[in-house]
């Protein structure tokens, strides 16, 4: 089984709809992350979360939220989808230490009609 | 200017031949360094962490250079699996900064 497993795969949906992509993990890390990546960019980082109470906003918030509802799962909302938030999307978690790797999820390819 | 820069490639190799490419970096307060590696839009796998000392892996070796800000990748003896986009990832702390990565395809 997968040490971070993120729902849907895929998901086809159209402009307006609010989407919820789900991360689970089973490594018993504090740090859990999502990213977004783009055809010829980096990832980019959407937001994080330190722990249960902490959530911070990355370099591309605007448009998301999320939700960190126990120390294993953390949640990412598109409250109303738009076509240019077509992209893959990825969650990753880290140990509490500085300066650590991170560990990535299978992903969520997700378009926006 | 971006973070960390890469050529993204591609770099079209035999089987068994020695390619090696490198990322530069712009923020020198940067603190961690690895090689991630990603096939075919799936997840990005850690490669290896990179060491100011260079750091060795198999047929993977990996050097850091603090002064110019840079970090290569040298794969030896390529396999078809090697296939891959290599992502250049900079960290410090928590923040890893990605780049776009290089593609290298092996060839038989």
């Known amino acids: 089984d997968a040490d971070v497993t993120q729902t849907p795969r895929n998901r086809i949906t159209k402009t307006g709809k609010r989407i919820m992509l789900e991360c689970s993990q089973t490594?018993?890390?504090?740090?859990m992350y999502w990213y977004r990546q783009d055809p010829g960019l980096g990832l980019r980082l959407i937001y994080y979360s330190f722990d249960v109470k902490d959530i911070n906003k990355g370099e591309i918030s605007d448009g998301y939220s999320v939700s960190r509802q126990a120390q294993a799962k953390f949640s990412l909302s598109l409250e109303s989808a738009i076509p240019n938030q077509t992209a893959l999307y990825f969650c990753a978690t880290s140990d509490g230490s500085s300066n650590q790797p991170q560990h990535f999820g299978d992903g969520t390819r997700l378009s926006i009609l | 200017r971006k973070e960390v820069e890469q050529d993204p490639g591609p770099f079209n190799v035999p089987e068994g031949a020695t390619v090696a490419f490198n990322c530069t970096y712009s923020n020198s307060a940067s603190q961690s360094f690895f090689w991630y590696r990603q096939d075919c839009r799936k997840e990005p796998k850690l490669l290896m962490s990179?060491?100011?000392s260079g750091n060795e892996d198999g047929r993977f070796t990996a050097q850091l250079n603090r002064a110019s800000q840079y970090i290569s990748l040298l794969i030896r003896d390529s396999k078809l699996s090697d296939s891959a986009t290599y992502l250049c990832?900079?960290?410090?702390?928590?923040?890893?900064?990605f780049g776009a990565g290089t593609t290298v395809t092996v060839r038989a």
């Open positions: 990179v060491y100011s």
């Open positions: 990832v900079v960290g410090n702390d928590y923040k890893l900064s």
């Open positions: 490594k018993g890390h504090d740090r």
